[in-house]
Each structure stands twice: as C-alpha cells, then as structure tokens.
Antibody, heavy 125, light 108 residues
Framework: EVQLVESGGGLGQPGGSLRLSCEAS????????MNWVRQAPGKGLEWVSYISSRSSDIDYAESVKGRFTISRDNAKNLLYLQMNRLRAEDTAVYYC??????????????????WGKGTTVTVSS | DIQMTQSPSSLSASVGDRVTITCRAS??????LNWYQQRSGEAPKVLIYAASSLQSGVPLRFSGSGSGTDFTLTISSLQPEDFATYYCQQTYSTPSITFGQGTRLEIK
C-alpha cells in the first residue's frame, strides 16, 4: 500500500525549533518530488516547500523562507522539514504529499496524488 | 506569485443538485490546474488534474473545465459524501505552487 506517515509535531516555543519527518512506503520514494503543505486551524491549504527527487531543486513559500529547511534521505525513505525560529502563525497541521507527473500529449502535468494524514504543530509559550 | 481566487467561498446545496465552483488565476496558467476535495478531519484528495482529467477512482459526476485564467469544477448530482471543502491548485509555476482559498460545500 502506498503510504506517507508524518511525525514530529507537537508544542514548540516561539523562536524555537521542531523537526518533522515523513516516512514513505509502498513506492519508490527516490523517484518522486515531495512537498510539505500546511493548514492552520479553520483555514485553507498553504504550500510550504518542495524538494526534487534527488534534492537538486528546492523551493519555499515566502512565509517560511530562511526559517524552514526541507531535506530527504532516499536510502531511508524519509522526508524532513526542519522548522526554526518558530512563530505563532506556523501553528497548523503539516502534510507531506507526493508530487506526480503525468504526460498529456507533449505536456507534463503535476499534482499531489498521495498525502499523509498530517502532524499537528502548535507554537505557543 | 500567481494568486488563485475561488468563488463562492461557501455554498449550500441539496443531494441531487448540480453544483459549480469557479477558480480564477491572476495570470494565465494554461491548463495547469488541479482540484482537491477535503472532507472534515481528512487529508486532501485529488479529483481533477490538468483542468479536466479525472483522477483514477474518482466518480464520473465530477468534471472540470477551463484554461487560461478561468476554471470550473462541476458536480453533476450531489451525493451525501460530496459535502466537503474543495480547493483549486495551480502548478504552472512548479515548484512554487498555490492553492485557492477553498469552497465549503454544505448541506441545505
């Protein structure tokens, strides 16, 4: 079964750090780009970060740039999100999601086809 | 950054109704537009990719259309399990991806 399982959420202090993990199973993890997406309480989805299959290409939302670092260990089927200098507005459920590429004619389309159940991060003193 | 705006923000409808949700991009994104459904307490699930392609396993009552800046998601005959929040997502500027703010579909 194709599966993503997040862990590492919890209570973080403002200005503190947390490290999220996402364990992949049931597919060849090293072949797929991955993303982190978050959802603040009662709010919509916000893309947080992207990493290509071999970590050569990385991107972040402006709201987390310079504070969060995405990484992966393909040998261990693990995706990470190191969250530093935490703010109250980082409080959210954090999902990892696989990005798949589908070809239609001469064009390639991307979408997130597998999601984990999420891990909750609360930033509060 | 490409901004995505959905309308309406919320919608009340009855089982059996035909429902349409719209999504507008701040610039042309060709057909790099996906739709997701999120039920309460669950992770999002992809319904439509490339504006109009139905993801495997998704019921045929779901359909998508549009290109450029204007897109629609249509549910032809609402079922009880369809009451959820729906999000559009642009992947034109991958890896920088943006979602719409969501449309909450409620039972009338």
């Amino acid at each position: 079964e194709v599966q993503l399982v997040e862990s590492g959420g919890g209570l973080g202090q403002p200005g503190g750090s947390l490290r999220l993990s996402c364990e992949a199973s049931g597919f060849t993890f090293s072949s797929y780009p991955m993303n982190w997406v978050r959802q603040a309480p009662g709010k919509g989805l916000e893309w947080v970060s992207y990493i290509s299959s071999r970590s050569s290409d990385i991107d972040y939302a402006e709201s987390v740039k310079g504070r969060f670092t995405i990484s992966r260990d393909n040998a261990k089927n693990l995706l990470y999100l190191q969250m530093n200098r935490l703010r109250a507005e980082d409080t959210a459920v954090y999902y990892c999601a696989r990005l798949i590429r589908n070809r239609s004619g001469s064009l390639y389309y991307y979408y997130m086809d597998v999601w984990g159940k999420g891990t909750t991060v609360t930033v509060s003193s | 950054d490409i901004q995505m705006t959905q309308s309406p923000s919320s919608l009340s409808a009855s089982v059996g109704d035909r429902v349409t949700i719209t999504c507008r991009a701040s610039q042309s994104i060709s057909t790099y537009l996906n739709w997701y459904q999120q039920r309460s307490g669950e992770a999002p699930k992809v319904l439509i990719y490339a504006a109009s392609s139905l993801q495997s396993g998704v019921p045929l009552r779901f359909s998508g259309s549009g290109s450029g800046t204007d897109f629609t998601l249509t549910i032809s005959s609402l079922q009880p399990e369809d009451f959820a929040t729906y999000y559009c997502q642009q992947t034109y500027s991958t890896p920088s991806i943006t979602f719409g703010q969501g449309t909450r579909l409620e039972i009338k």
